[in-house]
């Protein structure tokens, strides 16, 4: 066996926000918040109900996006069938690490996303018809806090507003 030297998947993926990736600018794959596209037909041998309904559930995610350009149903479908057999009773070990190994490859995981480079877009806020206008100040509460023996916690703190 080789020694030294890097490894596949040895250490975490790289984070996005950490400055080691702004200083060597990385760039990240931006995933939409739900994907909405079309769900492929289920590519394997007849289906449990229950393989379905994860199936579905699973082509909603914002991962699905690349599993959809990159053609990987076979790939979501075997994760699915391992998945549902690994948290039934009686599953072995072997098969619990086969899902864990699933996950990281199709992105299901933190540590998976960040190998494979994606990021989820942040969720879009939408403005609704009671809210204030654009630029308005909005009262920011200032927390209960949690009592001591000397008072209030967070007594004599300013809460600001970030810009």
Known sequence: MPSGGARARSGPGADPMSAKSLRENRQFTQLPHVYRGYIPVWPLSTPLKAELDYWKKLWRKPQAEQWAKLDMKYTV????????????????????????????????????????????AEKPVKKSSRSPEAGAEKPVK??????????????????????
């Open 77 to 120: 479908a075997r994760y699915v069938r391992v998945f549902i057999e690994s948290t039934s009773g009686g599953a072995t070990a072997s098969m619990v690490g086969q899902a864990s190994r699933l996950e990281d490859s199709l992105g299901l995981s933190i540590n998976g996303m960040r190998q494979l480079g994606w990021v989820i």
């Open 142 to 163: 200032k927390p209960a806090g949690r009592q001591t023996s000397t008072g209030t916690w967070l007594e004599g703190v300013t809460v600001e507003r970030g810009a």
